[in-house]
Structure formats: C-alpha cells, structure tokens
C-alpha cells in the first residue's frame, strides 16, 4: 500500500483519536443528515474526479466497509453503481473487505500523508477481507491525488479560498502540519 502522492508521510507519532467521551455524545445522533452529506461530497469529487473509481478495476463491484474505530458509526462504500451508506455496525458478512483505523489515520491515507504498510505494521490500521480490492482502492485514491481540503472548499463558491484555508488548519491539527512531517 505505497503511495505515489505529492505529500509526504506524518511523522512516526500516533495521530490523535476523537475522545470517547465525544463519540459517546454523538451515538445517539442521526445518521441520515451525515450519509446525505458525506453522499453528496463523494458525488462531488467523482465528478471533479470521473475515472477515479474505474481505476478498480476487476473490483469495482466490490463493497468496502469502512470502520473509525474512534466514532459509533462506519461506512459502506461502493463503486458501481458509486454508494456510500452510514451504518452503525458493519455487517462483515456483506462486505468484500474491511478498513479499520482512527479517523485521522484514515484520512491521511486518503491524502497519501501516511503509508498504509507502516500503519499495518504498527497495528494502527487493520485490513480484512479481499486485500486485491483493497489494494485496487488505494491505488485508485493515490492515482487521483485527492486533497480534501480543495475538495471541500470546492463547496463553498466565492468562499472557497478562507474555507479552504480553514479545512487545511483543521487537517493539520488532526493528521501532523507540514512541520511536523519527516
């Protein structure tokens, strides 16, 4: 699971969790509002992104669950037709493969900030299921070079730019800033 993007990976520290006491907060919140959200963002970026998910390949009709193990919900991604579900609990009966890791280390993976092997071996991300899927997914996200924060701004029209700035402050704080990369 190397990555081939422009950023470099976070420093060997652990990336920070969301406390237990917030996760227990929002458990009883509703997932509705957050799958329609998290829905329309991934719609967005495959149309600024259009070939990003048939770079899968032979596992484009595979489902990915997704798992922080830091927050009381998880997710179900697929590719074709392109889906995501929040759910409270993966089902791992129904999935091809199952990601697991805190929700920073999750999205530096997704910004190639972190390498997916060093994470493995430090059991701070877990793999199960169909690795050749998952490996296909990786390669498929570092190919498109994803910068969330752009992303994200992408949202905001003429705001775009002080959004921007401030989804990039926010992902420093969670994922290491630039100064404290190696």
């Known amino acids: 699971m190397s990555h081939s993007s422009s950023h470099s990976s976070v420093a060997s ?6 406390p237990p006491l917030l996760a227990l907060a929002i458990r009883p919140l509703p997932l509705l509002p957050l799958q329609l959200a998290l829905s329309g963002f991934l719609q967005r970026i495959l149309r600024r992104h259009p070939g990003l998910l048939d770079r899968l390949g032979e596992h484009r009709h595979a489902r990915f669950g997704i ?3 830091d927050l009381p919900f998880a997710f179900v991604v697929e590719a074709a037709p392109p889906r995501l579900q929040v759910v409270r609990e993966l089902l791992p009966q129904s999935l091809d493969a199952r990601i697991s890791a805190s929700l920073a280390n999750l999205l530096a993976l997704v910004e190639g900030r972190v390498d997916g ?4 071996f430090s059991r701070q991300l877990g793999i ?3 690795m050749e899927a998952v490996l296909a997914l990786r390669n498929a996200i570092d190919d498109a070079g994803l910068d969330l924060a752009r992303e994200l701004a992408s949202l905001f029209g003429p705001l775009g730019e002080p959004a921007r700035r401030s989804f990039e ?3 420093d704080r969670l994922t290491g800033s630039p100064g404290e990369q190696r």
């Open 67 to 69: 798992k922080p193990v």
């Open 128 to 130: 199960e299921g169909d």
């Open 13 to 18: 520290r652990p990336l920070p969790t969301i």
């Open 117 to 120: 092997d060093a994470l493995m």
């Open 169 to 171: 402050l926010a992902r």
